[in-house]
């Protein structure tokens, strides 16, 4: 058990170190919990969650996302919730409506998240992997303030 936990703690800091500065501060004090099977216990709808209180980060193994990915998606929630303001949400609205055909039943907030996690993931998902959502992803961390 140490073993896995010592390798999980060393794969998240890899992780996290992809992402930039602005972005990593916004997990600090959160616990981050790997979760066994590929969907949430009680929600199999769901591979992950992000809870502000306690500061919580869970990611299950699924079968069609990795687990960076997943991770990820999560931090990109806190990323819209804190980081953007109306007018990066209006231009990112904007650009998912843009490109249509390649918005999936999601909201627009989950389309970013989505989006988020595919911009700095090792592996990227082909199903997220739109240039001009790539774009509005370079853009955005020297354009938040």
């Not at 500061?55 to 299950?60: G, N, Q, S, Y």
């Not at 609205?93 to 909201?107: F, L, Y």
Request: proline share 3%.
């Amino acid at each position: 058990m140490e073993q896995s936990y010592k390798k999980e703690t060393k794969n998240l800091n890899q992780s996290l170190k992809k992402l930039p500065k602005k972005y990593r501060d916004l997990v600090k004090g959160f616990e981050f919990r790997f979760l066994d099977g590929s969907a949430l216990e009680n929600d199999p709808e769901h591979i992950g969650y992000k809870i502000d209180s306690p500061k919580v980060i869970a990611v299950a193994g699924p079968w069609h996302y990795g687990r960076e990915f997943t991770l990820f998606h999560e931090i990109g929630h806190l990323v819209w919730e804190r980081l953007l303001d109306d007018v990066h949400k209006k231009d990112w609205k904007r650009i998912v409506d843009s490109t249509e055909g390649k918005r999936q039943h999601q909201g627009i907030e989950e389309m970013f998240c989505m989006s988020f996690a595919n911009y700095y993931v090792k592996n990227k998902m082909v199903i997220h992997d739109h240039p001009e959502w790539q774009e509005f992803m370079k853009k955005l961390n020297s354009s938040i303030k």
